[in-house]
């Protein structure tokens, strides 16, 4: 990985908030409850956001940008943070991302890792902040199982 | 909602057991296609027993869990740290408490912790969360 990567931000890209996708997405965790029907605009579900990765070429893979080795990567921890009540179905959000921190640590079973903390910024029409996404990940250095 | 109404330790979710089809599902929906959570040969090439579920799946269901809790629309913080994988033929377990509470602009801040853990006991995920009872609702 890339240690100058701190400070890399990605271009702007669109993502619409999809009432297909809404419907798809709480399928897909076996969310309780009962799906939102055509005329419904619910707010998404907590880890909604990362789909995120549908709405943009590349340019705004983290892990791309770090440059991070994938066979070795691991996701080791999400975060999202709404600024008020989370989107709703029919949104249309600006969404930039950017690498926050790269550090190393030592692994419990030998080898260093390398932690990667990259947040997108979600914003509404009006420019405003509504949501955060914090996506570490961590590259396993040789000698790990 | 009224924040007396709200239980202090809702009912575990229980789903599962779990299938492949369950995970190339989420895979689908979320768009993160990584093969090692689908594809048998490059999974145990990679030197794992075979595909495994994509982290955000099970991080996912626990989220789903909480909006249920609290409703979608008063989560304002969700962290996920990931411990152990999910395999086809788990049963994933989702429990949570509130921790604390207090007031705070929108009304009640409640702050929970939460665990998703396989059938053995295992904690394939740990939250946390931050949702509100807003003030008009909250007797």
Same mark, same amino acid.
């Given at each position: 990985? !890339?240690?100058?990567?701190?400070?890399?931000?990605?271009?702007?890209?669109? *993502?619409?908030?999809?009432? #297909?996708?809404?419907?798809?997405?709480?399928?897909?965790?076996?969310?309780?409850?009962?799906? +939102?029907?055509?005329?419904d605009t619910p707010c998404?579900?907590?880890?909604f956001l990362c789909t995120?990765?549908?709405?943009?070429?590349?340019?705004?893979?983290?892990? +791309?940008?770090?440059?991070?080795?994938?066979?070795?990567?691991?996701?080791?921890?999400? =975060?999202?943070?709404?600024?008020?009540?989370?989107?709703?179905?029919?949104?249309?959000?600006?969404?930039?991302?950017?690498? =926050? =921190? %790269?550090?190393?640590?030592?692994?419990?079973?030998?080898? !260093? *890792?390398?932690? *990667?903390?990259?947040?997108?910024?979600?914003?509404?029409?009006?420019?405003?902040?509504?949501?955060?996404?914090?996506?570490?990940?961590?590259?396993?250095?040789?000698?790990?199982? | 909602?009224?924040?007396?109404?709200?239980? %202090?330790?809702?009912?575990?979710?229980?789903?599962?057991?779990?299938?492949?089809?369950?995970? %190339?599902?989420?895979?689908? +929906?979320?768009? !993160?296609?990584?093969?090692?959570?689908?594809?048998?040969?490059?999974?145990?090439?990679?030197?794992?027993?075979?595909?495994?579920?994509?982290?955000?799946?099970?991080?996912?269901?626990?989220? +789903?869990?909480?909006?249920?809790?609290?409703?979608?629309?008063?989560?304002? $913080?969700?962290?996920?740290?990931?411990?152990?994988?999910?395999?086809?033929?788990?049963?994933?377990?989702?429990?949570?408490e509130v921790a604390t509470?207090?007031?705070?602009? =929108? #009304?009640?801040?409640?702050?929970?912790?939460? $665990?998703?853990?396989?059938?053995?006991?295992?904690?394939?995920?740990?939250?946390?969360? *931050?949702?509100?009872?807003? $003030?008009?609702?909250?007797?």
């Amino acid at each position: 990985m !890339d240690a100058d990567a701190v400070g890399m931000t990605s271009p702007p890209f669109t *993502m619409l908030v999809e009432l #297909g996708k809404v419907r798809e997405f709480h399928r897909a965790v076996a969310a309780p409850g009962p799906m +939102a029907s055509p005329d419904d605009t619910p707010c998404v579900l907590p880890t909604f956001l990362c789909t995120q990765d549908l709405w943009h070429d590349g340019s705004a893979d983290p892990i +791309a940008m770090a440059g991070l080795d994938v066979s070795r990567g691991l996701h080791a921890e999400q =975060e999202f943070v709404f600024f008020g009540p989370p989107p709703r179905a029919g949104s249309r959000l600006t969404c930039v991302t950017r690498i =926050e =921190e %790269v550090f190393r640590k030592s692994g419990r079973r030998g080898g !260093d *890792m390398t932690f *990667m903390v990259a947040v997108t910024e979600f914003r509404d029409g009006r420019g405003r902040l509504v949501a955060e996404s914090r996506k570490t990940s961590v590259e396993l250095g040789e000698g790990h199982a | 909602m009224n924040a007396r109404d709200i239980p %202090v330790r809702p009912d575990p979710l229980v789903v599962g057991p779990v299938t492949r089809t369950d995970f %190339v599902r989420y895979q689908g +929906a979320s768009g !993160d296609m990584q093969p090692v959570h689908h594809d048998e040969e490059l999974a145990r090439r990679a030197g794992h027993p075979g595909p495994f579920s994509v982290g955000m799946y099970q991080g996912g269901v626990l989220g +789903a869990w909480v909006a249920g809790w609290f409703g979608a629309e008063n989560v304002r $913080r969700f962290r996920l740290r990931f411990k152990e994988r999910v395999w086809p033929g788990d049963v994933l377990t989702c429990t949570g408490e509130v921790a604390t509470w207090r007031r705070g602009d =929108e #009304g009640l801040e409640v702050d929970l912790e939460l $665990r998703c853990t396989r059938q053995n006991g295992d904690v394939a995920v740990e939250g946390r969360a *931050m949702c509100v009872v807003p $003030r008009a609702r909250n007797g």
